[in-house]
């Protein structure tokens, strides 16, 4: 299975990347673990991503890409993977697919989106900035960065679904409940009926 996963900022990404991992026995390639990975293998990316973390910029598209082709040549992301944190918009979806079809890796099976409301992210994660004192996630800044990835990251849902590859699964409920929606969703998927 070589998958994306799509999805605002505290949609789940993360939790539910993990346990698609472990289920499908692929690995699951989170960007920002991707380019820590990197700096601290000190590789030529990494070191270039590091000058820029240090200086506080953002790291350019074209590292990202990079390291994201670094870590999908590795062994492990062979028979498959689960990609969160990229592609961010479609420019870098296109990317993605030349990538896979010049290391004459198979496309992208699926898409996969966990739909939850705005409001719903603005309570998830003032409620986790409550729980961990995290300083990013004041209501103007989580406010910002849904407004950003509406922006940006959401036109990929067309993307994909131009390309019969989104599964669309409502990423509210309990965590254990979304996961056995969005697996069931990805086996109807593989059997053509999505």
Same mark, same amino acid.
């Given at each position: 299975?070589?998958?994306?996963?799509?999805?605002?900022?505290?949609?789940?990404?993360?939790?539910?990347?993990?346990?698609?991992?472990?289920?499908?026995?692929?690995?699951?390639?989170?960007?920002?673990?991707?380019?820590?990975?990197?700096?601290?293998?000190?590789?030529?990316?990494?070191?270039?991503?590091?000058?820029?973390?240090?200086?506080?910029?953002?790291?350019?598209?074209?590292?990202? *890409?990079?390291?994201? =082709?670094? /870590?999908?040549?590795? !062994?492990?992301?062979?028979?498959?993977?689960? %990609?969160?944190?990229? #592609?961010?918009?479609?420019?870098?979806?296109?990317?993605?697919?030349?990538?896979?079809?010049?290391?004459?890796?198979?496309?992208?099976?699926?898409?996969?989106?966990?739909?939850?409301?705005?409001?719903?992210?603005?309570?998830?994660?003032?409620?986790?900035?409550?729980?961990?004192?995290?300083?990013?996630?004041?209501?103007?800044?989580?406010?910002?960065?849904?407004? *950003?990835?509406?922006? =940006?990251? /959401?036109?990929?849902? !067309?993307?994909?679904?131009?390309?019969?590859? %989104?599964?669309?699964? #409502?990423?509210?409920?309990?965590?254990?409940?979304?996961?056995?929606?969005?697996?069931?969703?990805?086996?109807?998927?593989?059997?053509?009926?999505?």
């Amino acid at each position: 299975m070589r998958m994306v996963l799509l999805g605002a900022p505290g949609s789940g990404k993360g939790t539910q990347g993990e346990k698609l991992a472990a289920e499908l026995a692929v690995p699951r390639i989170s960007t920002g673990d991707a380019l820590r990975a990197a700096v601290r293998s000190d590789t030529t990316l990494g070191r270039q991503a590091r000058a820029a973390m240090e200086a506080g910029d953002l790291v350019a598209d074209e590292l990202v *890409v990079g390291i994201v =082709e670094e /870590r999908l040549a590795q !062994a492990d992301a062979a028979a498959g993977f689960i %990609l969160d944190g990229f #592609p961010r918009n479609v420019a870098q979806a296109r990317i993605l697919d030349e990538m896979l079809a010049r290391r004459g890796m198979p496309p992208l099976d699926t898409a996969l989106h966990l739909d939850v409301p705005d409001e719903e992210i603005v309570k998830r994660l003032l409620a986790r900035a409550g729980d961990q004192g995290r300083s990013d996630d004041r209501e103007e800044v989580i406010r910002c960065r849904i407004r *950003v990835y509406n922006a =940006e990251t /959401r036109p990929l849902l !067309a993307y994909y679904q131009m390309q019969r590859k %989104l599964i669309s699964v #409502p990423g509210v409920g309990a965590v254990e409940d979304v996961f056995r929606f969005a697996l069931m969703a990805l086996r109807l998927s593989e059997c053509g009926f999505a």
